[in-house]
């Protein structure tokens, strides 16, 4: 039987620490047949040489692009750019994380369980551990709700690194990158609306990475306290960081996929952002009954709150 090929599509930026370790968790996966597709976006530390290390030792299965420094979402989805559509699966890989030796062909055996025609993605809950792999707890946890694009438009429930496509959800997000990144608020959740607007998103409660949290992290999940992450939350909103991002990327998403959208997907997210210009009355009316959820009761009284104040 012919093992499944699957690209792996990791980006780095000065991760000589821990890149050690997530490369050889990577070249130990059970049961696939494995491509390493490696973009470094400006590393000034040792990143780059060990790579090159690691493509030499492992000539035809590494590929590393030394590339400039664009951040993480215009680095994979240069990376994406980058990679040809000549595998049966494409995982996304963060740089200081261990993947459990299962990690893809778990993910490949779940994706092969549902229909090949449209597009698919597969994320799974992760271990968090610290820097020294001790563990701390599970996160995300299974969503209660479903994962369609009504969640999607408004929160992210996908870790990144955890993401797997098939070759037609990764083709068609491959084909249409918005121009402007700066409407996007993170590659992995425009992914997970893509997936979720068109096809099928297969969520995994068992974790397949021991996700690493440390001081370095550019993104990632917390292990903060109830209290400490409302008070992060706050202090973001109150400083306008993370004003308009969610209308912003719907209007971004409306606009590149709007003949590939039902009539009732369209109606739904043009009177989203129509009801933002409406008074204030129609808006609270509007928030009370929209189709848009998160998975949280509390986060989704918060997303009802920022859209009567047109924060959203």
């Not at 470094?40 to 000539?59: C, F, M, R, V």
């Not at 609306?193 to 996700?211: H, Q, T």
């Not at 990632?220 to 202090?235: D, Y």
Request: overall charge neutral.
């Amino acid at each position: 039987m012919n093992k499944s090929k699957v690209c792996i599509m990791l980006s780095t930026y000065n991760g000589v620490k821990y890149i050690d370790e997530q490369m050889e968790s990577l070249l130990a996966q059970h049961e696939v047949d494995v491509q390493i597709n490696i973009r470094d976006d400006g590393s000034s530390d040792g990143t780059l040489q060990k790579l090159n290390e690691y493509a030499k030792s492992h000539p035809g299965q590494i590929r590393v692009i030394k590339g400039e420094n664009l951040g993480v979402i215009g680095s994979f989805f240069e990376l994406m750019c980058q990679t040809e559509p000549v595998y049966d699966y494409y995982a996304f890989c963060d740089q200081d994380d261990v993947w459990k030796q299962d990690k893809l062909i778990r993910a490949v055996t779940k994706l092969q369980s549902s229909q090949s025609n449209i597009p698919l993605m597969y994320c799974s809950s992760t271990q968090m551990v610290d820097q020294d792999l001790n563990n701390l707890s599970v996160w995300p946890t299974l969503p209660p709700k479903p994962l369609s694009m009504y969640n999607a438009l408004v929160e992210n429930c996908c870790v990144g690194c955890t993401m797997v496509l098939n070759p037609i959800a990764f083709q068609q997000v491959k084909e249409n990158i918005p121009s402007d990144l700066n409407q996007v608020i993170m590659h992995d959740w425009w992914i997970y609306l893509y997936a979720s607007a068109f096809g099928e998103v297969i969520f995994d409660e068992e974790p397949m990475i021991l996700y690493r949290q440390h001081q370095n992290n550019v993104l990632g999940g917390s292990n903060e306290g109830f209290i400490m992450k409302w008070k992060n939350r706050w202090n973001r909103f109150m400083n306008g960081k993370n004003h308009y991002i969610l209308s912003k990327q719907a209007k971004m998403f409306l606009q590149i996929h709007k003949d590939q959208l039902s009539a009732q997907q369209q109606r739904d997210i043009q009177h989203f952002l129509n009801q933002l210009d409406s008074s204030w009355i129609k808006r609270i009316r509007y928030s009370s009954k929209m189709p848009f959820y998160r998975q949280a009761s509390l986060d989704n009284l918060v997303l009802k709150l920022i859209y009567v104040l047109k924060k959203i």
